[in-house]
C-alpha cells in the first residue's frame, strides 16, 4: 500500500519507518528535515496546509498521522487540530478510506478518569480536561470522528502513554536491568509503537466495529488500569516487550544476571 506519513521525522517516525518499509511504498511529511539515514520519499510540508496535503495525498491508501506539537497555544491548536481536519478533508477529496491517528492517552482519559478509575477502556467518553496537548488533540479527534461519518472514512486513534527503549522496560530480549525507579508506569516499547501502526494499517476495515475506532497501546498489568484486551482483539496487536520488571522492582546486575529483591 501506499502510505502517507505526517509528521513523520520525530521520534515515533523512525519506529514507524523501520516497521512498515519492507512492506509498504512510505512517503514522509514534516516541516523538519528527515535524519540522513532516511534514504526514501519526502516532502517538507505542515499539517496544516490543506491544499498542500489535498495534492500530496492522490493515489495514497493510508494517511498516518505523528504529528503533534505539545505547547504554545496557536501553534498546538494548528497542528494538533487543524492538523486533522486537513488530513479528513485530504481524504475526503482523494476517496482515502482509512486514516491512523495518534495521541496520549489523556487525550480521552484526562485527569478525572486517570486518579480515580480502573479498568480504563478506548470507548469511554473523552475527558481530556484543560490541558493544551490533551485538549487540542481531544478536538482534533473529534473533527476526525464528524468526517469519518459523513463522509464514510474509517479512522483509527492510538493512545499511548509513554514510550520507552525496550532496554529501559527490561525482560525483553537484551535483558538489561537496573535498580531505577519507574518515573512513568505505563510504557510502550518504541518497536512496539511501530508495530502497533503497522497493525492499523494493515487491519481490514470490515473488522472495525464503527467508522472511528480507538485503541490503548499498553502492555497488560495485573491491576487492569488500562483495558488494552480490544486491541489485540481487533487490531491483532500484542507487545514484544513488558512491564513486569518496571513493576515488581526486582534488581538485576547486569555482569553477572543474578537477580537480587530489594
Ligand atoms: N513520545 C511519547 O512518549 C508519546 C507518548 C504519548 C503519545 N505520543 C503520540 O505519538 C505521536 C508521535 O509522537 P512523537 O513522540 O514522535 O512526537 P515528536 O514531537 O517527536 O514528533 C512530532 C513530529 O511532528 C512534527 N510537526 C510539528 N509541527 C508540524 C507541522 N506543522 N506539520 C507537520 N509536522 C509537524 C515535528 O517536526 C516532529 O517531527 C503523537 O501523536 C504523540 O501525541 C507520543
Request: proline share 6%; with cysteine.
Amino acid at each position: 500500500m501506499k502510505i502517507l506519513i505526517v509528521g513523520g521525522n520525530g521520534m515515533l517516525g523512525p519506529w514507524v519507518v523501520k516497521a512498515m518499509k519492507n512492506k509498504h511504498d512510505l512517503m514522509l511529511t514534516d516541516i523538519n528535515e528527515p535524519p540522513s539515514s532516511y534514504d526514501g520519499e519526502y516532502k517538507k510540508l505542515s499539517v496544516d496546509d490543506v491544499d498542500g496535503l489535498v495534492k500530496l495525498s492522490s493515489g495514497v491508501d493510508v494517511i498516518v498521522n505523528l504529528s503533534v506539537l505539545r505547547e504554545d497555544r496557536k501553534l498546538a491548536f494548528d497542528v494538533n487540530t487543524l492538523g486533522n481536519y486537513s488530513i479528513m478533508v485530504a481524504a475526503r477529496e482523494n476517496g482515502i478510506k482509512k486514516i491512523v491517528n495518534t495521541g496520549p492517552h489523556f487525550q480521552l482519559v484526562g485527569p478525572q478518569y486517570e486518579e480515580w478509575d480502573f479498568n480504563l477502556n478506548p470507548d469511554m467518553p473523552h475527558q481530556p480536561g484543560t490541558r493544551l496537548y490533551a485538549l487540542t488533540k481531544s478536538l482534533g479527534q473529534e473533527i476526525c470522528r464528524v468526517f469519518s461519518e459523513t463522509y464514510d472514512i474509517h479512522v483509527i486513534t492510538l493512545l499511548f502513554y509513554n514510550m520507552k527503549h525496550h532496554w529501559d522496560l527490561g525482560g525483553g530480549e537484551d535483558d538489561i536491568l537496573y535498580n531505577v525507579d519507574m518515573q512513568v508506569p505505563y510504557s510502550t516499547a518504541w518497536p512496539d509503537c511501530g508495530d502497533a501502526i503497522k497493525c492499523a494499517v494493515e487491519v481490514p476495515i470490515e473488522n472495525l466495529n464503527s467508522n472511528c475506532e480507538s485503541f490503548f497501546i499498553l502492555p497488560d498489568l495485573p491491576h487492569k488500569k488500562f483495558n488494552s484486551s480490544k486491541t489485540n482483539k481487533v487490531l491483532g496487536w500484542t507487545p514484544r516487550y513488558h512491564l513486569e520488571n518496571l513493576w515488581n522492582k526486582e534488581m538485576r546486575n547486569p555482569e553477572s544476571h543474578h537477580t537480587e529483591a530489594y
